[in-house]
Every structure is written in structure tokens, then in C-alpha cells.
């Protein structure tokens, strides 16, 4: 008789492991329930707006990690976490318990601040002329109300003063698809490029306004799933210029103009997949954007139409081990040459190795490649010196370091032909340069990048940088 009871028992046992182990090898289970730590100021619908999981829902059991892994993509793209970690464990009854564990960023932050107006910082380095540099004061509050809206005020003084305003991110729907943005600018420069000669810029400097120049704008933007989103712009801007610049350049703001005004219309397409908008090392990014310029709204309308393209890819070959290239195209398709208004390679974007020179047209084409290496993978320092749980943020610092080598082309046309009576060469030639960099990358989403390239002209040099070059 036992011994039949301990066979029994035995089966029992069987029965119950087969069965817990048909749960545990099911091909589909359910989100049964979301946990949300550390979101002291983010509201839950925003954390929940960027997770590839909803309550209730059946997934596939080998899909779990994408998901999860685009789910802290997406909410590290939001740039209101330092840290993000995903806990999923599995409970009875085909359910799976998420736990998103989030460090949330410092939020309000009274800026005191020092730039420097050049082009870029290797250019200012060069000369280092303190007169260049823009000083001032201001406040920026990220994650307002704790729904990601963004204000900012800004009073910049010295040879270049600004007052700047804007509200961004204004969700107008609860499913937060739709939302506005507004911005209001003023500026007044003492320091002015006023024309480009021998691939410079050539430097006006006086003790009075050179320029003033408004801008306001509204922007619409329309995202309904993760990765693409659509944005409609409708903006003014009024600028003039001095007697001064107006005799050196008669052609500054136009024949015969001491400066524009217009109303633009701007539509703008975008489809990002990178896993980061600061540092991204897999994923995509494709931009398309056409800008009317003048809408007949006002007498004597700057008329124009601006084309914008941009295409970035980035892939992880193996372990610590990536690639990435990206093609910028830009265009203005105008009747009328304006100094001021031309596009070009020198500025926002730039082949490596020309950081010193600009080339100024009406089309430019750009690509850009590297292939990097991790040298230090992410470490986490911890510091352990803020007792406060509030501040818990900045007791853990973020570090990486990449090495890479690189190779950029570039290319502007100019169909008015102006800038070749200016000794400007780079015009309609091919530049291109390769070399090899150092990139250090660290919370708050800065970058510093050294950069020692070699050029077609023959030149080589070290140049610095605040921000990755692919992105």
C-alpha cells in the first residue's frame, strides 16, 4: 500500500512539472502587469507613450527582447533619463510583470551661459578672439508639468544679444499623437561675416548693431507610432542690416535691399529608429523637408523654396565593433542671389578637414562614413555624495570611449557664379578627407570628439567637437 501511495505521488508530481513546464514553453504570454519606478516628475502616460508593451496584450515569447529593447530605446530618446533598465519576469498563468526601472535627469537648470559664434569651436580656437564670445543668463525647465514639455528663456549679451522664448512639446490629444511648439526670437549682432572671399568668411566688426533680425514660429508635429512623425512649421522672419554692411555687399540681403521679410511655410518628414539621438550606434534616421519661403503675404516677398534630404544608417558589425555613413542634401531654388540666404558646407555641416573654410551655393551634397571601435565599454561611476533621494541622479556618471577612422566628401554647386569672382575654389570642386578620432561620451548627452583628418588640399590637422559626427 505505500508503496503504490509513493507511485501516486510520484505521478502527481510528473503531472504538475509537465504542466508548469507547458506554461514555461508556451509560444505566446500577456502583459499582466506594469510597474514604474523612479519617475518622480514624468507622468505615467508619458513612460507608458514610449513602451512596446500595453496591459492585456499577447506576445510571441521570442519577440519579448525586441520589444524590449525598443522600449528603452524610445524612452531614452526622450532625453528625461539618465538610466533606463526593463525587469520582465514571468508569473502563473501565462502573464509576464514589467518592471521599468527609470533615473530621471536633473529638470530645471538657470543657465549661465558662454559660447563662442563661430562656426564651430576649432575655428574660434584658431583665433581665439574673446570678442566673439556670447555671454548671458537664462532658464530652462525640460519635463514641465512632468508630460516632457519644454520652456525656455534665454537673455544673451555682449557683441552678440538674443532674447529667445519657446514652449515645446504642448501634447493636444490624450493619446499624445498630437503637438505644438512656440518660439519667439530676437537677435542683434556687432560681429557679422559680410562676405566670403579665398573659402572665408570675411569679418565685420563695429561698435554698433549690424544686423537685427525677428523670428516666431509655430510648429505642428503629428507622431503616431514610435518611429515616424510629421511636423508643419509656419514661421515669419524680418531682418536688416547697417548702411555699413549694405556698401560693402550690396547684394547682403538682396539688390538693392537693406534687408527681408517673409512669412515660410515648412513641411518636414522624419523616421528615426537609432537607439539614441545624442550617440546612436544602430538604426536609422531618414529626413525630407521643403520650405516655401514667401507666401505672398507681404509686399516685395523674399521668394524661395528650400529643399532639405538627410539619410544616416548605423549597424553593429559584432562586439564592440560599428559602422555608420549618412548623406545630407540641401538646395534653394531662388531667381534672386541673396548673400545671406545661400546654402552650403562650412556650417551646421561640413566635410571633416575643412572646418577653416566655407563653400557657399545654391546646392550642397555631403556624405560622411566611420567605422569604430569601443575601446571602453559603458562604465558607471559611482560617486555616492548626494544623501538625497531627489539627487540620486548625478551619484552615477555615465562614461564611454570610442576610436574610429573616417572618410567625407562633399560638394556645392553654384549656379550664379558669384563666389568664383571671390577666389573661393572649394565651389563646384569635390572635397574629401579621411582620418582618425577619439570620442568621449557621457551623461547629459555630451560628446567631445577629437578629430585628426587629412584633406584633399594637403593639409592635415587636430580639430575638436561637441557632438558626434554622424547624427
Known amino acids: ?193 559680410w562676405n566670403t572671399e579665398f573659402n572665408t568668411e570675411v569679418i565685420l566688426k563695429e561698435n554698433y548693431r549690424l544686423l537685427k533680425s525677428t523670428d516666431l514660429s509655430i510648429n505642428y508635429r503629428y507622431r503616431k507610432g514610435y518611429y515616424n512623425t510629421h511636423s508643419i512649421i509656419f514661421g515669419y522672419a524680418d531682418y536688416n542690416i547697417a548702411d555699413t554692411v549694405y556698401s560693402l555687399n550690396p547684394l547682403y540681403a538682396g539688390l538693392n535691399k537693406h534687408g527681408q521679410r517673409y512669412f515660410n511655410l515648412r513641411y518636414e518628414f522624419s523616421r528615426d529608429t537609432r537607439d539614441s539621438k545624442i550617440y546612436p550606434k544602430t538604426g536609422l534616421l531618414v529626413i525630407a523637408a521643403i520650405n516655401k519661403k514667401g507666401l505672398g503675404i507681404l509686399s516685395d516677398e523674399y521668394n524661395a523654396i528650400e529643399l ?87 551619484n552615477k556618471i555615465p562614461f564611454e570611449v570610442y576610436a574610429n577612422i573616417f572618410f567625407d566628401a562633399g560638394y556645392v554647386s553654384d549656379k550664379f557664379d558669384i563666389y568664383k569672382l571671390y577666389n573661393n575654389t572649394l565651389v563646384n570642386e569635390i572635397m574629401y578627407s579621411t582620418g582618425i578620432g577619439i570620442d568621449f561620451v557621457t551623461y547629459y548627452d555630451k560628446v567631445l570628439r577629437f578629430d585628426y583628418s587629412f584633406n584633399a588640399l594637403g593639409e592635415r590637422g587636430l580639430f575638436i567637437h561637441w557632438k558626434a559626427a554622424i547624427r
Open 1 to 193: 500500500m505505500q508503496k503504490r501511495l509513493f507511485f501516486i505521488l510520484i505521478l502527481i508530481n510528473l503531472v504538475i512539472s509537465t504542466n508548469g513546464q507547458e506554461v514555461l514553453s508556451s509560444d505566446s504570454l500577456t502583459i499582466g502587469e506594469i510597474l514604474i519606478t523612479g519617475n518622480f516628475v514624468t507622468s505615467r502616460k508619458v513612460i507608458l507613450r514610449e513602451l512596446d508593451f500595453v496591459i492585456n496584450e499577447t506576445v510571441a515569447r521570442n519577440g519579448i527582447e525586441n520589444k524590449k529593447q525598443i522600449s528603452i530605446n524610445n524612452l531614452t530618446k526622450t532625453s528625461l533619463f539618465n538610466f533606463v533598465e526593463i525587469d520582465i519576469r514571468e508569473t502563473s498563468g501565462n502573464n509576464l510583470k514589467l518592471t521599468v526601472n527609470l533615473t530621471e535627469r536633473w529638470f530645471i537648470w538657470p543657465n549661465l551661459y558662454l559660447n563662442q559664434t563661430d562656426r564651430n569651436f576649432s575655428e574660434w580656437w584658431r583665433t581665439k578672439d574673446l570678442a566673439k564670445l556670447e555671454y548671458g543668463i537664462g532658464l530652462k525647465i525640460n519635463n514641465f508639468r512632468g508630460l516632457g514639455e519644454t520652456i525656455l528663456l534665454n537673455y544673451h549679451i555682449g557683441n552678440f544679444t538674443r532674447y529667445d522664448l519657446q514652449y515645446k512639446g504642448i501634447y493636444i490629444d490624450k493619446e499624445k499623437r498630437h503637438s505644438l511648439s512656440f518660439y519667439a526670437s530676437y537677435s542683434a549682432q556687432k560681429i557679422l561675416p
Open 308 to 394: 532639405y534630404a538627410q539619410f544616416c544608417t548605423y549597424w553593429k558589425l559584432r562586439e564592440r565593433f560599428y559602422v555608420a555613413s549618412g548623406l545630407w542634401y540641401s538646395s534653394n531654388r531662388t531667381n534672386n542671389y541673396v548673400y545671406s540666404e545661400q546654402v552650403g558646407l562650412g556650417y551646421l555641416q561640413f566635410v571633416r578637414g575643412y572646418e577653416y573654410y566655407v563653400a557657399n551655393g545654391n546646392n550642397s551634397l555631403l556624405f560622411k562614413s566611420l567605422f569604430k571601435y569601443e575601446l571602453l565599454p559603458m562604465k558607471v561611476i559611482n560617486l555616492n555624495v548626494w544623501p538625497i533621494r531627489r539627487l540620486y541622479q548625478f
